[in-house]
């Protein structure tokens, strides 16, 4: 039973490999398409953007495989470990020398082999590390709502609250809230509970948005950025650049582009 096991956790996806492949050549392709002009008046050669994707690619293809061999049970050993290296992690931009800051936010920390790295994208595989065991422990509690939805949202809170407060970092917390969430409702929490706390949850934080923007000047470039499509062009160098430029682009190059370095 054992060598059957073995066997199947060693046994080679191809379908699965070759989809991230193909999906990681388009990417860097993309990164060619896009950056290319850019690289060349910065840097003086078209291809140094793309050269650094590249490495990174290869660094994660290596990564990729070594971690293929390893039983994905294991991990459930270190499950509690895993969310506290998950918090940790956050809290290391705020170490002099390490943190980084960029445009206000202090998201990134400096590493020897890389010039930046967000340590959230940690956070992240170590919170569904760490659910995937706790929902399997506490299957039988899941249906309640203090110990099966309470209880398990408040981990991920934890997390989000550091997001939010010292990294200013908006976009992970999203990410952060709907992986639990899915996971959640896969492991057998009720969707009334979601359904609920949702609506009155995302009415709050809007409305919370809102205050602080509004009276304390915080996080108000957060609401500039999701009302700006509303007139674009009032702040055509600053909250409306981006679309702007999207509207430039779909004008020029269609719903499919112009071609590929073009």
Same mark, same amino acid.
């Given at each position: 039973?054992?060598?059957?096991?073995?066997?199947?956790?060693?046994?080679?996806?191809?379908?699965?490999?070759?989809?991230?492949?193909?999906?990681?050549?388009?990417?860097?392709?993309?990164?060619?398409?896009?950056? /290319?002009?850019? /690289?060349?008046?910065?840097?003086?050669?078209?291809?140094?953007?793309?050269?650094?994707?590249?490495?990174?690619?290869?660094?994660?293809?290596?990564?990729?495989?070594?971690?293929?061999?390893?039983? &994905?049970?294991? &991990?459930?050993?270190?499950?509690?470990?895993?969310?506290?290296?998950?918090?940790?992690?956050?809290?290391?931009?705020?170490?002099?020398?390490? @943190?980084?800051?960029?445009?206000?936010?202090?998201?990134?920390?400096?590493?020897?082999?890389? /010039?930046?790295?967000?340590?959230?994208?940690?956070?992240?595989?170590?919170?569904?590390?760490?659910?995937?065991?706790?929902?399997?422990?506490?299957?039988?509690?899941?249906?309640?709502?203090?110990?099966? $939805?309470?209880?398990?949202?408040?981990?991920?809170?934890?997390?989000?609250?550091?997001?939010?407060?010292?990294? !200013?970092?908006? /976009?992970?917390?999203?990410?952060?809230?709907?992986?639990?969430?899915?996971?959640?409702?896969?492991?057998?929490?009720?969707?009334?509970?979601?359904?609920?706390?949702?609506?009155?949850?995302?009415?709050?934080?809007?409305? @919370?948005?809102?205050?602080?923007?509004? &009276? $304390?000047?915080?996080?108000? $470039?957060?609401?500039?950025?999701?009302?700006?499509?509303?007139?674009?062009?009032?702040?055509?160098?600053? !909250?409306?650049?981006?679309?702007?430029?999207?509207?430039?682009?779909?004008?020029? @190059?269609?719903?499919?582009?112009?071609?590929?370095?073009?």
């Amino acid at each position: 039973m054992k060598r059957k096991n073995k066997e199947k956790i060693n046994s080679f996806d191809f379908g699965l490999c070759v989809t991230v492949l193909l999906l990681l050549a388009l990417g860097i392709t993309m990164v060619l398409s896009a950056s /290319s002009p850019s /690289s060349l008046a910065i840097t003086g050669s078209s291809y140094t953007y793309v050269r650094k994707q590249a490495f990174s690619a290869v660094i994660g293809i290596i990564g990729m495989l070594v971690i293929s061999k390893i039983d &994905y049970r294991k &991990y459930k050993n270190f499950y509690k470990i895993s969310y506290f290296i998950s918090i940790v992690v956050l809290l290391l931009v705020l170490v002099p020398g390490l @943190g980084r800051t960029v445009n206000g936010a202090k998201r990134w920390i400096n590493l020897p082999l890389v /010039s930046s790295f967000q340590p959230s994208e940690l956070t992240k595989m170590g919170l569904i590390i760490f659910y995937a065991e706790y929902l399997t422990k506490h299957k039988d509690d899941l249906r309640k709502l203090g110990k099966g $939805f309470v209880k398990p949202l408040i981990y991920a809170g934890i997390a989000v609250i550091i997001l939010l407060v010292v990294q !200013s970092h908006f /976009s992970a917390s999203i990410i952060i809230i709907a992986v639990v969430s899915i996971m959640m409702l896969i492991a057998g929490s009720r969707f009334s509970y979601f359904a609920t706390c949702g609506t009155l949850g995302g009415t709050g934080l809007i409305g @919370g948005m809102y205050v602080l923007a509004k &009276y $304390f000047d915080k996080g108000s $470039f957060r609401l500039t950025r999701i009302t700006a499509f509303l007139n674009p062009w009032a702040d055509a160098q600053g !909250s409306g650049w981006q679309i702007i430029q999207s509207l430039y682009a779909i004008g020029s @190059g269609g719903l499919f582009g112009v071609g590929l370095r073009k």
